[in-house]
C-alpha cells in the first residue's frame, strides 16, 4: 500500500469537470485506489464518492492505492492535481 498527500489548487477544487478526469485516470490502474479527506476515506474510481468529499481549492487529501501499479497509480493522479488538472487559470 502506497498513499501520498496533495494539496488540490484548481479554481473549483475537486468538482465536476475536474472529478471526471481524475476518476477517469484512477479507472486506468488495477490498484484499488481512494481518496482521504479529515476522516473520511472513499473509492476514487467513483464520482459520488469523490464529490462527497466537498474537496474545494486548498484542500489537502491523500491519495491510497493497493496493488500491483500503485506507485503508478499514485504518481499519475498526484500530477494531474498538481498540474490543476491542466486547467489555465
Known sequence: MLSKEVAVQNQVGLHA???????????????????????????????LGVLSLGIVKGTVITIIADGKDEQEAVDALVELISTNFLENE
Open 17 to 47: 469537470r475536474p472529478a471526471t478526469f481524475f476518476i477517469q485516470k484512477a479507472n486506468n490502474f488495477k490498484s484499488s485506489i481512494w481518496v482521504s479527506k479529515d476522516e473520511r476515506k472513499v473509492n476514487a474510481k467513483s464520482l
